[in-house]
């Protein structure tokens, strides 16, 4: 089986910014075509988080015809469960892990997909010690997730401009 990306918010978000539609055409074309090929995936909590502002990003994703979101698995609750529980019990604050576990944030569940279907979980964020936010990269560390940043992402696919 070949390597399936699950790209969360936040890379989707930097891209419009770092590659606008109309200076990088052929990044935005080459994302389109590894969605239409089923090597990377939108989950439909970042297609949520996404659709909130009426911008450039949004109305990229409402474009394109060729995908549907990843729904939420069926079997996802205990490993959801298992992370918010090992969130709670590693010393984040009330605030950190009210966030996280925030049904209409789609981080935790993305840990949860990514650990449970053996996805690569790509994301900006960064590892941290720091106590008042839960950090994706942390996540995946406690939980054997694969993990990568989007410049990975990118030279895993070869990306030129």
Known sequence: MSTVYLL??????????????????????????????????????????????????????????????MKTSKNILPDYLEIIDWAKNAGYTKEAIAEFENQSRADAWLCAEAKLNNYVLVTNEVSSNSKNKIKIPNVCDQFNIDCIDNFEFMRNFNFIF
């Open 8 to 69: 969360d918010s936040n890379y989707w978000i930097y891209g419009m910014k770092a590659y606008p539609l109309d200076l990088f055409p052929s990044f935005w074309d080459k994302m389109e075509s590894h969605i239409v090929n089923k090597d990377v995936v939108i989950h439909e909590t970042v297609l949520d988080e996404i659709r909130r502002k009426d911008d450039a990003l949004k109305k990229w994703f409402d474009s394109l015809k060729s995908y549907k979101p």
